[in-house]
């Protein structure tokens, strides 16, 4: 069964630290490993998808990257703005299509 | 380009009752999945839908069905509510092929007391 664990659970940084956060996972086949970022009492918002090892996204402030077992989510000079829970959901082979989400890391940046 | 729609924004039910909720996706995409996120838990998948019919399905009991309609929109039924279904229950749409993102709609905040 696929599995996926996000660390640390919480992370609270000052703005303008830079930090990462860690998406493990074991799944069969992988079909894309996804980010999302989910502001409270909404839907997920979508960010990055990595295919294979040694890719790299950036968006803004936001850089993804993808090991055969992990991804990182890099955030560089963070603002207020970016406080939000940050989910990794990698999808497995085959034709099932479904998404396993870990359990996301809240992060919070100060001002 | 209109985003993945979801009714109602909160539902209040009892205990024992039905609940439907309702996902309209993007114009275009024929998958849909359901997701239950309780609180502290991370999104657990539900359903799939593809083209009309149920592709896969989670580790939920199966009071918990819904389906998928002609026009791609679906609907997620929950008969003999429970307490710990109280959740946001969350829609989202891709194209058939599934290598795009999941789009996900803002979600339905069921509350069952």
């Known amino acids: 069964e696929d599995q996926v664990t996000q660390s640390p659970e919480a992370l609270r940084l000052q703005e303008g630290e830079s930090s990462s956060l860690n998406c493990s996972y074991t799944v069969s086949g992988l079909r894309g490993l996804f980010w999302y970022r989910q502001d409270p009492g909404k839907g997920p918002e979508f960010l990055f998808t990595l295919y294979s090892a040694g890719e790299e996204k950036e968006k803004e402030r936001l850089k993804a990257t993808l090991t055969k077992k992990e991804s990182f989510l890099h955030i560089t000079a963070p603002k207020p703005e970016d406080s939000a829970t940050y989910l990794c959901?990698?999808?497995?082979?085959?034709?099932?299509?479904?998404?396993?989400f870990g359990k996301g890391t809240l992060l919070t940046v100060n001002p | 380009e209109a985003g993945v729609t979801q009714s109602p924004t909160h539902l209040i039910k009892t205990r024992g009752q039905q609940a439907t909720l309702r996902c309209s996706p993007i114009s275009g995409h024929t998958s849909v999945y359901w997701y239950q996120q309780a609180l502290g838990l991370g999104l657990q998948f539900l359903l799939w839908y593809d083209e009309g019919e149920e592709r896969n399905r989670g580790n939920f009991p199966p009071r918990f069905s819904g389906r998928q309609f002609p026009n791609y929109s679906s609907e997620l039924n929950v008969n003999a509510l429970e307490l710990e279904d109280s959740a946001l229950y969350l829609c989202?749409?891709?194209?058939?092929?599934?290598?795009?993102?999941?789009?996900f709609g803002s979600g339905t905040r069921l509350t069952v007391v």
């Open positions: 989202a749409s891709s194209l058939g092929t599934g290598r795009v993102g999941y789009t």
């Open positions: 959901a990698p999808r497995g082979g085959g034709s099932n299509y479904k998404l396993t």
